[in-house]
């Protein structure tokens, strides 16, 4: 143990300063760090003690975590809400969609290695058709050029390599980096999964990732903090999804906008780490900047099974700064008492639409919504861990023992290679396949749109139920039509072996083969594995210590990968007679402004991919997607070819959207594309946290109207001017001039939330841009 609470990773062979007690199961695990990692806990209690004494109150845990991680702790103005925290993370993580415009960005840098320890993860790219093995196999044939451009960039710039079939990026993290009192960011809108074991973990854009991995301080607004109180405890059909399916009813999918969610009280007791993971992952959905949870024995139990005893030790000696100050105030709270809890279900078509499930059949009715399910999906980076698996799995036993199968198409997506190994080891995979179940590969598949789903007709109305996070119209298969529905792994799997959203299981009876009436008893399943975990394939590639004879090649006719060039500075003036592209009416999620699914394989490629811009948001004109009128030919196209007429003309222009615009995805594509095709300007009513910043990043202007209802003054043939750009500055508000189609002008205040770092941005034409100005 090194001497000042510090856990360091060596160079050459990686050496631990640990104890004599570190098992050959902990190397192997540990191995995965790269080198010159180190954990310092007496570094994160220096910071902590400096703004506990300039603040003088207590601290509550997330505040501690992020606070413990600034660059200045003695100068940082530090107001929740209002100022921009400077912040040192401890590690970045990139899963393979969006790793590759990262890497892209980062080559463009001209670093040489990443200065803080980096992963990438290979999880978006396969597709669920058959079978976990087909699937993979063919995976690997289709991306063969970009999994060997992120493995040879990897080996280039010192990031660690997961192959395809490894898992998912949040559990591998859960696995392998996640820790109590790490800060990490990574470029998944999910990465809070890592919230589960006392970590900060934080999604961001692939700009965020190359600010951390060039060595430069990350910039995150001060978050405010919303107080969860937990009292009583978990059992029977209640599980720990159903306390964010709650939370989310209660705030909805912006209400914890610009806010941490910390997790309290005696009832977090009653939670598996892998509970509170899937707790913190889905506060996703309700906009929170991260979720997170206190250390405690589970999360000690957790990671002595995965081989990082160790850590475990200096998380004990140091639990004080792990756990929130006596006394600390929270913005708001909310209190749920766990032993009231009922099974929740929510949906369809947005995550925060929450209803018990006992109540779910009469509200599809009464909305005629398809009764029918036609799809259980279990698993996810959400619900994927051991746990989670062997209370699916207990049910589906039951349901086999009297003679019957899931009335439902069942699918099951273990979250990693090691829970893969290991249910398939203990028997489960065994008793979900005879269930009727099919089990996919290690991957997000049909989560993020990766499902090849044949059992219905495109536009036919439908019902799925998922383990999943998020359920967007067309989100999982495509289809517009299929009522989409989150709920737990346990309810996924009744209401499979049931058939039908009319099924309560606390209540309700099934009919066994031979006529009797049963009820299913109540899901039970083990926390950890009592014969630890099977690690199962090897598949993890470590950068080498000499990377200079690694090429990294990206072929100029390829259709999947693209070397970036610089977007243009700002050329000193107002932004005048900007064309309004699209008014876009309600809720676009980055789902709707660079959809996933078939367009996942241009991730790589920028101006591919922008052929997918804004195809799915609504068009307020005509209330149609993808069909905009081109203001200079007075035709009707799609959104990126009317785009790219008007750039090709030298006619620049802007989006107007309404609320919580960007919310889903971290997806950076989504701020990369309105760049590349033109757009300057997105001026909406309220933006999603990760979007807005993305946007920044690429020298766009994410603007809000001061006034909401101005927002009902553009028209979709308008023009929009931004005036008062030669005093660009932090808190001082922008005046827009909408010039009408008749002539007539409205005059109209436009806010935004740069501070100096970002408004720098702007003028070099996107924070790449600055960070080579400052080389």
């Not at 601290?59 to 530090?78: A, F, R, W």
């Not at 430069?216 to 978050?223: F, N």
């Amino acid at each position: 143990m090194h001497p000042h609470g510090t856990l360091v990773l060596g160079e050459g062979a990686r050496r631990l300063h640990v104890s004599a007690a570190f098992n050959a199961k902990a190397k192997v695990a540990m191995s995965r760090f790269e080198p010159g990692t180190s954990i310092s806990y007496e570094k994160l209690h220096e910071n902590i003690d400096i703004v506990r004494k300039r603040l003088n109150r207590p601290l509550t845990l997330s505040e501690k975590i992020v606070y413990g991680h600034l660059d200045d702790p003695v100068g940082q103005d530090i107001a929740r809400g209002r100022t921009y925290l400077r912040l040192r993370p401890d590690r970045v993580a990139m899963q393979d969609a969006t790793a590759q415009m990262a890497m892209l960005q980062f080559i463009s840098s001209g670093l040489p290695k990443v200065a803080v320890p980096s992963t990438i993860h290979c999880d978006h790219l396969i597709e669920a058709q058959i079978g976990g093995v087909e699937d993979l196999k063919r995976a690997k044939e289709v991306n063969q050029e970009v999994y060997n451009f992120l493995a040879t960039a990897g080996a280039k710039y010192g990031v660690g390599f997961w192959k395809p079939g490894s898992g998912i990026i949040h559990q591998i993290i859960l696995e392998n980096y996640a820790y109590p009192g790490v800060l990490l960011i990574g470029t998944d809108s999910h990465t809070p999964n890592g919230g589960g074991l006392g970590s900060i973990c934080i999604g961001v854009g692939g700009a965020d990732a190359v600010d951390v991995m060039a060595g430069i301080p990350w910039e995150l607004k001060c978050p405010n903090v919303i107080g969860v109180k937990l009292t009583g405890s978990l059992s029977g059909w209640t599980s720990p999804k159903d306390v964010i399916l709650k939370v989310a009813g209660i705030l909805t999918v912006k209400g914890g906008t610009g806010a941490i969610v910390e997790y309290h009280g005696p009832g977090v007791d009653s939670i598996s780490c892998t509970g509170m993971a899937t707790i913190c992952n889905m506060g996703a959905e309700i906009g929170a900047t991260t979720s997170v949870f206190p250390y405690n024995h589970r999360m000690k139990t957790y990671l002595n099974k995965t081989g990082r005893a160790d850590i475990a030790a200096l998380a004990d000696e140091h639990k004080d700064d792990l756990v929130p100050d006596k006394g600390c105030k929270y913005d708001h709270v909310i209190e749920i008492n766990l032993s009231e809890l009922k099974p929740h279900i929510n949906g369809p078509f947005t995550p925060d639409l929450a209803h018990p499930v006992s109540e779910i059949g009469a509200v599809a009715e009464k909305n005629g919504w398809p009764l029918e399910v036609k799809v259980g999906l279990i698993g996810s980076c959400t619900n994927s861990s051991y746990e989670d698996m062997g209370r699916a799995a207990s049910l589906a036993k039951q349901a086999l023992d009297k003679g019957l199968k899931c009335k439902a198409a069942f699918t099951v997506t273990p979250g990693s290679e090691q829970i893969r190994a290991t249910i398939e080891r203990d028997g489960f995979s065994k008793i979900l396949r005879d269930v009727g179940g099919v089990v996919l590969a290690n991957a997000c598949g049909p989560c993020i749109g990766q499902w090849d789903r044949k059992d219905v007709k495109m536009g036919e109305k439908n019902t799925i139920v998922t383990s999943y996070n998020r359920n967007f119209t067309s989100r999982n298969d495509a289809n517009p039509a299929t009522h989409a529905f989150v709920t737990s792994p346990e309810i996924v799997t009744a209401l499979a072996i049931a058939g039908t959203l009319k099924f309560d299981p606390e209540t309700d009876y099934l009919t066994a083969a031979n006529g009797e009436k049963f009820k299913l008893e109540p899901p039970n399943g083990d926390e950890l594995p009592a014969r630890d975990f099977d690690p199962g394939q090897d598949t993890y590639q470590h950068p080498p210590a000499e990377s200079g004879s690694v090429m990294v090649d990206v072929s100029p006719t390829s259709t999947r990968l693209q070397l970036l060039e610089p977007f243009d500075k700002w050329n000193g003036k107002d932004l005048e007679d900007l064309q309004v592209l699209i008014k876009v009416k309600g809720k676009c999620t980055t789902d709707h402004i660079s959809a996933a699914g078939p367009w996942l394989k241009f991730r790589g490629h920028l101006d591919n991919i922008s052929n997918n811009m804004l195809i799915g948001a609504i068009n307020i004109e005509n209330d149609a997607v993808n069909k905009i009128k081109n203001r200079l030919t007075g035709e009707y196209g799609g959104v990126p070819d009317v785009a790219r007429h008007y750039k090709a003309n030298g006619l620049s222009w802007v989006v107007v959207g309404d609320d919580n615009y960007g919310e889903g995805s971290s997806r950076e594509h989504a701020a990369l594309e309105p760049r590349h095709l033109g757009g300057r300007v997105i001026l909406v009513k309220s933006f999603a946290r990760i979007h807005e910043t993305n946007l920044k990043k690429q020298g766009m202007l994410p603007l809000t109207f001061a006034d909401p209802t101005d927002y009902d003054k553009i028209r979709p043939d308008d023009k929009l001017s931004i005036m008062g750009l030669a005093t660009f500055a932090p808190g001082k508000p922008l005046k827009g001039v909408v010039k009408h189609g008749d002539g007539s002008q409205d005059i109209i205040t436009l806010n935004h939330t740069f501070n100096e770092n970002q408004v720098e941005w702007f003028h070099a034409g996107s924070a790449l841009n600055r960070m080579k100005e400052l080389q």
